[in-house]
């Protein structure tokens, strides 16, 4: 079966310099993404039709649904009228946890609060990150420019946000219009790879706002570098969670909000 494709070409008027013509742009898709846990619903996602199984996964993830995928029975993506389903069959222990949390949310694009019952449920505590890990401003500004080349939806579109988790030279990379949905995307994917990156920098191409905080805690991730910058409570948490927090980041440098001990100054180069 085929699902919708990422992005359509689509004509517009193009008015530029008091001239009107017409011209062909790309725009990305975006499609209502029904994600069921044994059978039932539990969140409609507006999404980009693209890696939704790392995104059925990721979002299980950080719901706390599941703990990873060694909980997943069994996951088919399956096209219905008007949308997707993402339906996944859990494990014993798995489906009794999420019959004790069930909950049902309807969000727009990768909104990662929406549907929340309480703001004790929205700003729950988050995981605490004691990691070792250390990293250059160098390795930072290669690491995005990696992630840049990467985005080969964007690149067609200019209108998709991305993530990535990068490590040991390896990157994983993930777009979407929604940026909670992108790391999602991203979190999903790393699972699905057994987590071959327990220590890294996530990458985000928008500004850091708490849910992109959270869903990093829960990955594991001590790092975050993004282009735009936090808000206030993104710095808070990530604060309280040990992680962190790069962003403003342009190709001259960052601003660190957050544990900048992580970040090495680099020796200068022997003059002799």
Request: hydrophobic content about 45%; glycine content about 8%; some cysteine.
């Amino acid at each position: 079966m085929a699902f919708p494709p990422p992005y359509i070409d689509v004509e517009a008027l193009a008015w530029r310099g008091g001239d009107v013509r017409r011209t062909h742009r790309a725009i990305p898709e975006e499609v209502a993404v029904a994600l069921t846990f044994d059978g039932s619903t539990y969140a409609v996602m507006m999404t980009t039709p693209l890696d939704l199984i790392d995104f059925a996964t990721g979002f299980a993830i950080t719901e706390d649904v599941i703990g990873g995928p060694d909980d997943i029975d069994s996951l088919e993506i399956v096209e219905v009228e008007g949308g997707i389903e993402a339906r996944m069959w859990l494990k014993p222990l798995a489906s009794q946890r999420q019959r004790a949390m069930r909950r049902n949310i309807l969000g727009p694009t990768g909104c990662g609060l929406c549907g929340a019952e309480s703001i004790a449920q929205a700003l729950k505590p988050v995981r605490c990150i004691s990691s070792r890990f250390t990293v250059t401003p160098r390795e930072i500004m290669s690491a995005m420019s990696a992630l840049q080349s990467r985005q080969s939806l964007n690149a067609k579109t200019r209108a998709v946000h991305a993530a990535a988790l990068y490590a040991g030279g390896e990157i994983i990379v993930r777009e979407d219009a929604g940026r909670h949905n992108a790391l999602d995307k991203v979190i999903g994917a790393a699972a699905r790879l057994s987590n071959r990156f327990p220590d890294g920098i996530v990458l985000l191409t928008s500004r850091v706002s708490v849910e992109l905080v959270q869903k990093t805690a829960r990955l594991g991730a001590p790092v975050i570098a993004a282009i735009s910058a936090p808000t206030a409570l993104a710095v808070r948490v990530a604060e309280s969670a040990g992680i962190t927090l790069a962003a403003v980041l342009r190709g001259d440098g960052f601003e660190v909000f957050t544990y900048p001990e992580r970040i090495l100054e680099e020796a200068p180069a022997d003059a002799g």
